[in-house]
């Protein structure tokens, strides 16, 4: 069983920035993607950004395309989000998810991961 845990939240105000860090407790076996998404209270989870291995695929959710980025270390396991020109909207948890290898259309469908972390909190405000 892969277990997932999540760090580097915190305060930022608006146009400031925060990494992220995915730490997982083992090598993930075969083909598989790795995710961030994020949630606030009352709504559902909503895809921020995945990588698939191999190929190195990736997506970002609209909302933080040219904002976000992922930085992925097979070494030791972590799959970072750098977070850029942040904004009040992107108050939430993130949660850091793996599961198997996905086609680029299905990235945002938070069912079909396997394994997700307990969150981190991310609040951006003045």
């Known amino acids: 069983q892969v277990q997932l845990v999540e760090s580097g939240g915190g305060l930022v105000q608006p146009g400031g920035s925060l990494r992220l860090s995915c730490a997982a407790s083992?090598?993930?076996?075969?083909?598989?993607?790795m995710a961030w998404f994020r949630q606030t209270p009352g709504k559902e989870r909503e895809f921020v950004a995945a990588?698939?291995?191999?190929?190195?695929?990736?997506d970002y959710g609209d909302s933080v395309k040219g904002r976000f980025a992922l930085s992925r270390d097979n070494v030791k396991n972590t799959l970072d989000l750098q977070m850029n020109s942040l904004k009040p909207e992107d108050t939430a948890i993130y949660y850091c998810?793996?599961?198997?290898?996905?086609?680029?259309?299905?990235?945002?469908?938070?069912?079909?991961?396997?394994?997700w972390g307990q969150g981190t909190q991310v609040t951006v405000s003045a």
């Open positions: 998810a793996g599961g198997p290898r996905l086609i680029r259309s299905s990235f945002w469908s938070a069912t079909r991961y396997s394994y």
């Open positions: 083992a090598r993930i076996s075969g083909r598989y993607t």
């Open positions: 990588i698939t291995w191999p190929g190195s695929i990736q």
